[in-house]
Each structure stands twice: as structure tokens, then as C-alpha cells.
């Protein structure tokens, strides 16, 4: 065995072995591989393995491509050839209009990726699949190319090909501990021998926090059991003529595929169970749980419903076996938050499906800094200090339990609420707010109009649209308020902070105390990488904040970056502080009413920050907008977060105040032009694509200013701002856009914008086309043309004055 090797993957199921494979891909070969039993005796070896196209982002859809890519190569490998049934072809199933609705912009979003998926009515369902009945359906999706592999030799292969490319595997090989050097490398400790390496990647399956562990590190996955049964031979499926197509249903939650001549059948039952949750068992490796099938009975009936055959058929074969599942029920796929050189591809519940191209994206990561795709859907650090295993083990029974009902837009599910919160939540609930969930946060969505309102969510406009439009109508007429917890807060300190801080972003940090400014961060090859809203205080203090999400996220890269002398220091206040927006015509009139200063506009102009009082309520108070009218973001610590509230609702009662919410905030910057991080703000682009051209200083240095400088302004595509003809729904993220029936790009965000009337939608689009644009919105294409920047108070007189 090696005693030093670059990488160290732990773990030989599909993630590692196709870690491993594609880090020799990218042309690392000093890359070994510790596994403790034999390869693929965790939950790879009795996985029904089947893999689809079907994702619900573009980068589900670009991994997944690449894997069937991936293993239509490795079929066709004669002196190695893969079983892989390609192509057999696979319907999810839909009883609502939603979920058809839903079906229509999946296909819409997997175009942009060169993939063709089909909505079918019920009766072609039927006519595709001989087995079932068209009751109680709607229709379906199909992918042409859904079908299945086998698992052992998938990663035989895999594991094969990386050796050939001089990577090592030690199987029997256990990892009992992990030591971080101060050169950021490690000693991977196995009961064989040290290994000292650059980097390690966690890929242990259901033993991620047994690893986890050894680096202090709490992995937000969780085990469920999970259980297949494979029938004895079928007539319909011997005598269909071909191969019976692979069937996903979110009205009775199970799947099905041929399997010899019979069928293996799947269940997400209601009655489902966590697995290892009190430690597992050292001895469980090649292992199963259990049968109990008296506990899918519920869900069973609703797979005999749907094809009567199987009550007449036997069962062969049961398979009970540990499935790994996340927050979001998407895998962490990245930099391990908190760690260097760290690395995980965990949570995977469809790896085999999946695993081919995760370990590509892992791979590119671990080599390049970046991926192909922006990857932020499947990173690590996309949840923060409230991911614990047991708030992951109800969000992972809630999926499981939905797991073909996809979320519809707006949509956040009970389970593991209220994650965090704040002194105002309940205030805020009795005043009618329907909570979002922001990183963990309970965040007004919207105020119910009545107590009994609830909201119809689909892709077409609901209720809350008007709801919405009044809530904006109070913003622009009169004053509103709105509680943004969770906004991550960095305070930065130190001798070095600012000139540090400037060439971290390729805008400027304010000179003067007192200023606001915005800062884009760029990667090394020039593209988008962060964005925060920077503040110089007295007392050497910047304040540097950006979204909620962001929060792990931005202080890994700011702290990758760090002078090493110590001259500058960071402090997260994000658990500490909340912003009150205080936004409207006569924002000015409430905050002059109860704190004191002057609050005019020569006194306290646009893009100011200062210190002052609400009623008695310590605050930092900046003049900037997210909504295009006069606002004042309003810093309050948790603890007086009441005491500033009640001071400005007290004050705003002359006023006409009201509350608004997120929705309303979107509409809003939607109209100004304003971007969100990780929907219109992706490391797949630069500043320039992104049409951010004005905050970049060419004539300093910054982080990125080499890689942005070396791709010669050529543009792959344009932040193009749409106006859509269309009035009873907007785009989704990621619909696509065609002009002459080429496609020329994809939806990164819309809303309804309702001070304008317009339906507006951001989109990168091919940078020449300007013209002749349709989007898709549900299945139908409209029109979209493009704009000229903003389309509501172009020259910010409102924020001004
Ligand atoms: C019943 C069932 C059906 C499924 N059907 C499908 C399907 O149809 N399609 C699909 O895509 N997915 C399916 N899945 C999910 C899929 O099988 C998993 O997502 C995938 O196998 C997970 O692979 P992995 O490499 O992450 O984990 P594992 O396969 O569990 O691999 C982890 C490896 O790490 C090793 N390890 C752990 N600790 C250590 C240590 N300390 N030192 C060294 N090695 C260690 C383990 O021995 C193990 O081999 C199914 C799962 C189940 C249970």
C-alpha cells in the first residue's frame, strides 16, 4: 500500500469507484482507493440501478447525460462490457394538472440540455406500457432512454479503467481515522497503514458521519430502508414483443422495471422507517435488512391497481436495503463546509442513476476549483449550522414518503419547521405571514388576506398573485415592512481588511465611512462567484453581507484567501442580527419618527450607513433597495429585534403601514433589474456576461482580473432582461428560449412584475439574438422580447429623493 498519494477516496461504491475513474479523467493518477470490504458492499451492490434522463435542474440533467453516455461506453467495452439495458425507455405517471403542468416545464428545462423528454396523454401511456390501466390518470413523461445497469460490474469497471490509468484500489481496507496537518494535508489512518494525502473525498454511503466524524464534521444525511421485490415471470411481459418500459408514480409512490421476464417493484411507503440512525452495526457490509413487506402493503395496492397483472403473479425475490437521502433529497456533491482539501459525494439516492456524472462534476471540483456546470444544487455547503442528522431524518421521511410528488414552485413541505427562527416569527404569524423556508429560516412569504387562506400551488398564477399585487401596492404608495432574517453578515476587521477585501471583488470597497457599495466576487477564471452588499463603518469595521444561503459558502472562500499574517479577521454576526426593510414613500417619515438624526436625503443619501436608534433598539441602518423605492435596511441584534419592530410598526400606524413579503421583493427587483445569487448570479459566466460591466475596475488588480482578462471579452452568452406575452403563468427557471426554432438559451428567473403589468423574466440567451424570441411556459411557447434595462424608475429617482 502507498504511503502518500494525492488523492484518498474512501468508500468503493458507485460514488467513489466513479470518483476515482474520473480523477484519473482529468488527469490525476495518484489517486488511491480504501474500501473496507469488497467493492460495492455498501448499498451499491442491491440497487435496482435504474437510470434515468428525468432531473428537476439543468445540472441533474447534464450529470445524468453524462453517466448514460458513460455507460453506453462502458457496455460497448468488449473486453469488459457492462450489462446496461439503455434505452428501454420510462414513464412517471400524473393524476393532477399541476403535476402535468410540471411535466411540460421539465421538458422545456431538459432541452436547453440537448435532452428530449415526451408529455403523453393517458392513452399513449398505456400504449407505451401494455401493463397498465389508464384509471384515475392523466398522463405521464416519458424519457426515451430510462432503463438499467448492473451495478458490481458498473464499478468494476470503473475501478478497472482508473487502475489502467495508474490509480490504486485497497479493498479490505478500513479508514479508522483522519489527522489534519497544518499544511492542510492528511494522515488517512486504516487498519492497514498511514496514508498522508493532499485531499480526501468521503464516499462512504450510509457510513458518511461514521467518517464524518474522524474530520468533527456532522453530514446532513440520513438513512431510510428501502424495499424492491422481484416477481416470477409474467405473461404481459413476455408476450409484449419488446421491453417493458421502466414506470415512476406519485400517486402511490413505487416504480417498476422488467426484470427477466418478470417485474422488480419498488416502494415509498407511508410507513417508512429510518435506518441507522443509533450507530450501525461494524459488521453490516454486503448486508440487508429485514424483509417486511406487511409494511409497503398501502402503497402495493397502488402498484396492483395500476397493473391488475401483478395480483396474479408470485414473488421471487425481496431486497430491503439502507438509501441515503438529504434535506433537499439532492446528494452533497463538493468541498466538505468548514474543511480544506476536504471532499464529499454523499446522500446519493439514485447513485446509480446519478453517480457516473456526479463523480465527473466531484472530479472537475477537486481538480479545476470549478465544474462545467455551476454546481451549487448539489453543494455541500447549501445548508448551514441547523443541518443536523435528526432535522435531516424528518426532511428525509417527508421525501421519502413523497418520493415521485416533485415540489411545485412555492411549495416548502412541514417536515423539521420551524428550523430557525426569530423573536418575530410569531408576531409576524398573527399578522397572517405564509412562511418560505431560506436556509432553515422561517421567512414571510406573503400575509394571508384571511386566517383560512391557503394557497392552491401550481405553475400557474394562484390566489397569492393578487395577494402579492397588494402587498406591492403598499410598498410603492404608502410604507411596508418586512423581516429578512438570516442574511448572512461577515464582519471583517483588521490592518489589511480593506485592501484585502478590494481585491477580493473586482468593484470597489467604499472609501468612505458611512458608504455602501456592491462587490462582485469572481473565481480564478473571471466568472461570478459571490455577491455582497459592503458597508464601511466606524471603528475599521466593514460589514460584508450576502444572501442567507450564502453563508457557509462565502466564508470558505473568504477564508481560503486570507493574508496569513493575521492582519485581517473575519466574524460571522449572520445568527446574531436580522434585517427589518422599511420600504416606500414614506419610509422616511416612519424612521425619522422613532429614531433620532437627520434621515433626509442630503442628510442621509442613497447608498449611506450609520449607526442610530429604533425607539431604544441598537441598529445599523443602510439606505439601499432591493425594491426600487425609498428603503432602509434596518440591522437589528436578535435580542432587540422586538423593541425595533414594535418602535417602527408604532410609528408607521400614522402611516398606513403594512407588512409584505418575499413574493412581493421579487416581483419588485425583478422590475429594477436586480439579481439573485445562484439563479441570475452563476459561476458559468463573468461579470460582462452577466451584464454586471459597470462594477468591474479595470484599473486595479482583483481576484479573477487574470482569468477574466484571458478569455478576450468573447461572450458565451447575455443576462438578456424579457418581457413575456403571457398573463396566467411566468417561466420557470430554466425554460427554454428559442428564436427561428433554434434554442438559444434558458430562463434564470421571472415574476410577475405588478407596478408595471408586466411579466418579466431574466434569461442568458446567445449574445447576437435579440429578436424573434419565444419562451415556454407550460408546454406552449410566447413571445419575449427583450429590454433595455429596467423597466420601473430606470433612473432611481424614487430611492433617491
Ligand atoms: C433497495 C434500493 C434500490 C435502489 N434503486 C436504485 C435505482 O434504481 N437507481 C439508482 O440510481 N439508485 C438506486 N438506489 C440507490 C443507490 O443504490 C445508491 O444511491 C448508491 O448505491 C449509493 O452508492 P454510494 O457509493 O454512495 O454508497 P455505498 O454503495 O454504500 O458505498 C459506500 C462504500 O463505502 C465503504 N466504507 C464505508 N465506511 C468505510 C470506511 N471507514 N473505510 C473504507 N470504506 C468504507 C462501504 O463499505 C461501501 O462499500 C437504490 C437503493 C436501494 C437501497
Known sequence: MKSQARVVVIGGGIAGCSTLYHLTQEGWSDVVLVE???????TTWHSAAQVTNFG?????????????KLYKELAADIDYPVGYNYGDGGIRLANTQAHMDGYA?????????GVEFEVLDAQECARRHPLISTENLM??????TDGHIDPAQLCQALARRARAAGAEVYRFTSVTDLTQHADDSWTVHTDK???RAEIVVNACGYRVNEVGAMMGVEHPVASMEHQYFITEDMPGVVEAGHRIPLLRCPISDYYSRQEKNGLLVGFYEQDCKTWGMDGIDPKFSNDLCPDDLDRVMDVLEGAIARMPALAEVGIKQVVNGPITYTIDGTPLVGPIPGKRNAFCIIGLRAGLGEGGGHGWLLAQQIVHGEACYDTWALDPRRFTGHATQELTSLYAIQDYQNEFRFHLPHEHRSAGRPAKTTPLTPILEQAGAHFTVVNGWERSDYFKPTSEFVEDYGYRFTQVHEVVATEVAQVQNHVGLAEVNGFNRIEITGSGARDWLDYMICSRVPRKIGKVGLGYLLNEYGNVKAEATIANLP???IWYGSAAAAEFHDMDWLRQYLPKDGSVELRSLTNDHTILVLAGPKSRAVLSACARGDWSAPGFPWLSVREARIGHAPAIVMSVSFSGELAYEIHVPNASLFAAYSALMQAGAAHDIGHFGARAVDSMR???????????????????ETGLDRFVCQDKDFLGKSGLVARGGKKRRQLRMLEIDATYASPQASDSLYAGGELVGSVTSAEWGHRTDKNIAYAFLQPDIIEGLTVDIIGKPYTAKVLNGPVYDPDNSRVKT
Open 36 to 42: 473496507r470490504d469488497e467493492l460495492t458492499s455498501g
Open 56 to 68: 428537476m435542474s439543468q445540472v441533474m440533467i447534464g450529470l445524468k447525460s453524462h453517466s448514460i
Open 105 to 113: 416545464h421539465f421538458t422545456s428545462l431538459a432541452k436547453g440540455m
Open 139 to 144: 398522463g405521464g413523461l416519458w424519457d426515451p
Open 193 to 195: 497503514g498511514d496514508i
Open 539 to 541: 471603528d475599521g469595521r
Open 670 to 688: 425583478m422590475e429594477k433589474g436586480y439579481l439573485h445569487w445562484k439563479s441570475d448570479l452563476i459561476t458559468e459566466f463573468d461579470p460582462y
